[in-house]
């Protein structure tokens, strides 16, 4: 399982590349394989400022779907243009093409709560 060292990431296995006072949000490596093959992806948040832990959107797979939790306060500024026609970009590339969104973070004290690789690797006890 791959778990860069240059991101944060949640329990709820969202991860987090902060670029200045931005930031990049996906799901996991761990989460798109659990999760299965990706069919869907919704996300309708763009331009809302949203609570750390508030649902940013949706993932639609073969099995299931989950909701997606922000992992700090911030304002939705992007949504990934390619989700729309090829969610399984997830699957296939959770840390780079796949990734879900782009804030503008509220409060950058609040990445400090979140989980580093060893953390996330503890946590998912791989």
Same mark, same amino acid.
């Given at each position: 399982?791959?778990?860069?060292?240059?991101? /944060?990431?949640?329990?709820d296995?969202?991860?987090l590349r902060v670029e200045g006072d931005e930031a990049f949000v996906g799901i996991t490596d761990f989460a798109q394989?659990?999760?299965?093959?990706?069919v869907f992806i919704e996300i309708e948040t763009e331009g809302e400022t949203l609570e750390k832990e508030e649902v940013f959107g949706t993932v639609e797979a073969v099995k299931t779907v989950s909701d997606l939790l922000m992992p700090v306060t911030g304002e939705v500024i992007e949504i990934n243009p390619n989700l729309?026609?090829?969610?399984?970009?997830?699957?296939k590339d959770p840390y780079g093409k796949g990734w879900l969104i782009k804030?503008?973070?509220?409060?950058?004290a609040e990445v400090?709560?979140?989980?580093?690789?060893?953390?996330? /690797?503890?946590?998912t006890n791989a």
């Amino acid at each position: 399982m791959n778990i860069p060292e240059n991101l /944060k990431y949640t329990k709820d296995h969202e991860w987090l590349r902060v670029e200045g006072d931005e930031a990049f949000v996906g799901i996991t490596d761990f989460a798109q394989g659990e999760l299965g093959d990706i069919v869907f992806i919704e996300i309708e948040t763009e331009g809302e400022t949203l609570e750390k832990e508030e649902v940013f959107g949706t993932v639609e797979a073969v099995k299931t779907v989950s909701d997606l939790l922000m992992p700090v306060t911030g304002e939705v500024i992007e949504i990934n243009p390619n989700l729309e026609d090829t969610p399984e970009i997830v699957n296939k590339d959770p840390y780079g093409k796949g990734w879900l969104i782009k804030i503008k973070i509220s409060d950058l004290a609040e990445v400090n709560d979140l989980l580093d690789a060893a953390a996330y /690797k503890q946590h998912t006890n791989a």
